[in-house]
């Protein structure tokens, strides 16, 4: 499987700043699929200079209804992109994103035609106490409720362990594969085995040039969501061209 390495800017870069990482972005060859998730206000600049470039769009969060009285809220309609990152713990945590609001996102993205980039991950208590499957399971069960199987296809999985995220403290490279495994297992139960082997399964935490390799030598592991680590050209080119 093609690998996929989606750069998550979270609240960083200014237009102006985004429009210049992604001028110079776009003469880096790759051979892995790349996303990028600038902040909502950058989105329509960044996608006019992507044009037809293999580069995609990904937006960090959206709301679920179309329109409506919703002050200060982004609609899917509204966004102009091929993904979408989902309940990611920063949502979770600083916003209270439950996973049923999550689900509901879930959806909307798939109606309207763009691709859920799902996260899911245990804090540093919880894996300790010896739950990180038993919350990461939990959250992929009420995040894909009600999901059609034919839409699995379309559906991205993100797994970040809380703990490793902007910490510098990655998940070793088999601790990533162990909950990788288990994630395309809980899946192959919805949508059986053979659909489960192509479903991109993508780590982030913490991921960086110098751990990159290693993490992508793990069979389950198909990309990954960067957070610090793709703000500078210099270090996401080269771990684009460490996949190639
Ligand atoms: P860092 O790569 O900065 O740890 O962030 C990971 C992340 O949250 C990506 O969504």
Known sequence: MKKMIVGNWKMNKTTAEAMVFVKRLKKVKSKADIVMCPAFTALYAVSKLLGKSKIKLGAQNMFYEEKGPYTGEVSPKMLGVDYVILGHSERREYFNETNEEINKKVKAALKN????????????????????????????????????KNEFSRIIIAYEPIWAIGTGKTATAEQAQEMHSFIRSVVSKIIGVKSSKKLKILYGGSVNPKNIKSIFEMKDIDGA????????????????????
């Open 113 to 148: 035609k763009i691709k859920p980039i799902l996260c899911v991950g245990e804090s540093l208590k919880q894996r300790k106490a010896k739950k990180a499957k038993q919350v990461v399971g939990n959250q992929l069960k009420k995040c894909l409720k009600e999901v059609k």
């Open 225 to 244: 969501l960067i957070g610090g680590a793709s703000l500078k050209l210099t270090s996401f080119a080269r771990m684009i061209h460490l996949c190639s």
